[in-house]
């Protein structure tokens, strides 16, 4: 709907239930805001808002009027039937819009925590082949610290074998 209504004023504020259902929580969430000015308007204002919002307003004979001259609209029993209709197939498409995105949602979390294992997977992998290399890595230095008392030692022998040469 256009004019006061924005869509912060929709109806369906808390449709997942994230929410305090209650009227207090309706209206800390806005679902009041505008009422007032709404109900304050004129008839014909409210026949263009109906026409904007893309119900359809019948002419003729079964054109809603001012029956009793005192500025409230009188629509026959078939119009506002047909308003009726057309509401409930716009919140029929509404409905079938939310259980497609309510299935998207499903699929995702799905696939979100997929990922997440994933990922978790992947990182105990990490940390297993980090200490791996580690202890590699400290196998090694200890080869090195071998190999250098072993060419230490050598050149100790080989230092004390010449001096008694000499």
Known sequence: MVG???DKDRIFTNL?????WGLEGAKQRG???????????????????????????????????????NGTMDAKGK????WQKEIDDKVAALEDSIK?????????KTDLTSLKNQVDALGNTQQMEMLRLQGMTG?????FDVMTNFIKKMQENRSGIIGNMR
Do not use: F
């Open 4 to 6: 006061i209504l924005q």
């Open 16 to 20: 997942y239930g994230l929410h305090d």
């Open 31 to 69: 679902a009041w805001n505008g009422t007032r000015e709404m109900l304050k308007q004129t008839p014909e204002w409210l026949c263009d808002q109906i026409k904007a919002s893309g119900l359809t307003i019948p002419a003729g004979a079964d054109a809603p009027r001012d029956v009793d001259g």
């Open 79 to 82: 119009v506002v039937a047909g």
């Open 100 to 108: 497609k995105n309510s299935a998207t949602v499903e699929a995702n």
């Open 139 to 143: 196998k090694r230095n200890e080869a």
